[in-house]
């Protein structure tokens, strides 16, 4: 059994190694030229996260109630003479302009408040754009966004080619099928920590 310890604490080493330099490796970003072309741009295996990560549209989430008044009210104490142009609207959706809005009124709002901005005749309203991917967020994770999450599939995959090739190791085990099954959740619980430490050291600089 103790040779089965180190090997099981070697492999879940070697795995977190593995699996967080994929990780980096798979990265990738949008770079949009000044003509509005985009190109990607990463690592080596660039194209992993590409796959996986593909966004298929835009969606605009617009500000409202609560969260539209602390936006209004961030510019009134930032850029009061801008925000003194803005009211909020009765109906919670949007601000009444009630002075004209220039190019440069519109991108400080944008600077200072953070948020994009869309004007329909007298009217302001106040968004951000959130990407819709074509994977769903629970297979996106696991497979190529997030490293910690990634120890459930890679995990998985690494621990019974293990036990493919050296099932001998649970020689020392009396039900050997169950003592398979129990190390496979303890490999994959001890993996996802070990991944977040290695992973926060490798990015706390970056």
Known sequence: MLTFLITFTLLTLLSSFFIVEFFQLSRHWIIVEPDNRQTVEGDLLKWWSVFWEEVKEVKKVYYSGNSLEFK??????????????LIPNTEGFSLKILSPLTDSDLSEIRAVITCRTEIKEDICFLYIERPVFLFPEWVRKPMSACYVCMSSTFGSIIWWTYIKISSNQFYWCRYPKLGYFLFWIAFLVILSLFNRVIGKKSYEYV
């Open 72 to 85: 209004h009210m961030e510019l009134l104490r930032l850029r009061p003479k801008v925000g003194g142009k």
